[in-house]
């Protein structure tokens, strides 16, 4: 089955500072979400980007499908950012069953 | 507005008994989803349902059981309980688009199920 990779597994920042957030997948795909899990738990959709660029606030994703890749940029972190941001991705050949990566976890300090 | 709510947030039961988690959406999706978060954060999906038709089933035990009332509603259903059940569950939904690929999935705040 298609592989999801997410790096790095950890990242510690200082407020303020920006980040990249890597997700490579192994195999063509229909779709691509990035997630944010808080660290209170709640999953929170952040982009849905099978390909392209998009951008919410200090947030921004791309999406290269033909290279099998997508990043996530952060701005000017704040300590909300904290938690576990999520790649998932929908192969072609899938009926409805996304694949999660194992998530990158974001530490920022003030 | 919840867009999609699960009741219980938390769960705590003993190895042996038949739990419920209720799941659901307000925001008139297709396809409904079940999924089950580890202790190591790893997410997998257990379940959908489209149209209330089971179009997916992971490899997990028979134990669990998806129940969809109707089309707003994905209730998992758990019998004899054992201790590696012990995750968050989480509930998605997701509007279907003509190609069956799947536009964004939005889920529930997850149900804390701890098994003793």
């Known amino acids: 089955g298609i592989q999801v990779e997410q790096s790095p597994p950890d990242l510690i920042l200082q407020e303020g500072a920006n980040s990249t957030l890597r997700c490579n997948f192994s195999d063509s795909v229909n779709n691509l979400q990035w997630f944010h899990q808080n660290p209170w738990g709640q999953l929170i959709n952040l982009f849905y980007i099978p390909s392209g660029t998009k951008q919410n606030g200090r947030l921004s994703a791309t999406t290269v499908a033909t290279e099998r890749y997508s990043l996530l940029y952060i701005s000017s972190s704040q300590t909300t950012d904290s938690g576990v941001y999520f790649c998932a991705v929908l192969p072609l050949d899938s009926n409805n069953d996304m694949r999660f990566g194992a998530g990158t976890r974001l530490t920022v300090k003030p | 507005d919840t867009a999609v709510s699960q009741t219980p947030k938390y769960l705590v039961t003993q190895m042996g008994n038949d739990k419920s988690i209720k799941c659901e959406q307000n925001?008139?999706?297709?396809?409904m989803y079940w999924y089950k978060q580890d202790s190591k954060k790893f997410l997998k999906i257990m379940f959908s349902?489209?149209?209330?038709?089971?179009?997916i089933n992971e490899t997990v035990p028979n134990r669990f059981s998806p129940k969809s009332p109707d089309k707003a509603h994905l209730n998992l259903h758990i019998n004899s309980l054992e201790l590696g059940d012990s995750a968050v569950y989480f509930c998605?939904?997701?509007?279907?688009?003509?190609?069956?690929?799947?536009?964004?999935?939005?889920f529930g705040p997850g149900t804390r199920l701890t098994v003793t």
């Open positions: 925001l008139g999706h297709d396809t």
């Open positions: 998605a939904s997701s509007q279907a688009n003509f190609r069956d690929s799947l536009l964004p999935q939005y």
């Open positions: 349902y489209n149209n209330k038709e089971l179009i």
